[in-house]
């Protein structure tokens, strides 16, 4: 029997957790103007949500002459230093985490960013937020490819279904549905209406792990019908 309460909670971290896109997308418009390209702000919003090999794939096809590898810790780099200078976290994601942290949920951080600069934002969260991390070096495939999010549940022991997942892109919610998580869409810089998430919140201002709780009742009860 499924508990009315989730095994875990599962973040994203670019866009949910941190508002970290306007960076990803101001160092990936200097490195194509570097190699004398142009980048736009509709090619960009192609990448939200999307792995960083993907992201460098597209970024050759803009004309920047460097290796997938070589893209990848360029614009890690970039918006590691970025953070530095300010940490821009999403509205009430900080506050959601510490709270369930103070109620005992397990949680881990499920992320495309790689392993270095997941591990830089998580060194700025002021307790200890996560169980693990699963960054992109750490799957195969890509989010909208549920992988991660199997490797997330494999390592804590816990069944995915019994999860809750919070994403804001496109990709991630495609991953975490995928999966077979609850799972909460929070867009940001593209609306998730037409997904398949659970429920949509348009914040995680104000939101705790109460809420997180109900939506996973509610949701298991839907399934059940």
């Not at 490797?151 to 997942?165: D, F």
């Not at 659970?198 to 109460?210: A, C, Y």
């Amino acid at each position: 029997m499924t508990s009315l309460i989730p095994a875990a909670v599962l973040w994203d971290m670019d866009g949910t957790l941190v508002d970290t896109e306007p960076y990803w997308m101001a160092a990936q418009g200097a490195l194509v103007a570097d190699h004398g390209g142009v980048w736009t702000h509709e090619a960009a919003l192609t990448l939200v949500g999307s792995g960083l090999w993907r992201t460098a794939q597209t970024l050759q096809k803009f004309g920047v002459d460097l290796g997938e590898g070589e893209i990848i810790d360029h614009l890690s780099s970039r918006v590691m230093e970025q953070v530095s200078i300010e940490m821009p976290w999403r509205p009430g994601a900080q506050e959601l985490l510490a709270d369930l942290r103070r109620r005992g949920v397990p949680t881990a951080l499920v992320t495309m960013s790689i392993s270095r600069m997941a591990e830089h934002v998580r060194s700025f969260i002021p307790f200890e937020a996560f169980d693990l991390v699963v960054s992109g070096d750490d799957v195969l495939n890509s989010k909208p490819h549920p992988e991660a999010y199997f490797l997330a549940t494999k390592l804590l022991g816990v069944n995915p279904t019994e999860c809750v997942a919070i994403e804001d892109s496109i990709p991630g919610v495609t991953s975490a549905v995928a999966s077979g998580a609850v799972t909460i869409g929070v867009p940001h810089m593209l609306s998730l209406a037409e997904t398949d998430a659970t429920i949509l919140w348009p914040s995680l201002l104000g939101r705790t792990t109460d809420d997180i709780h109900l939506a996973y009742a509610t949701a298991h009860a839907a399934r059940a019908e």
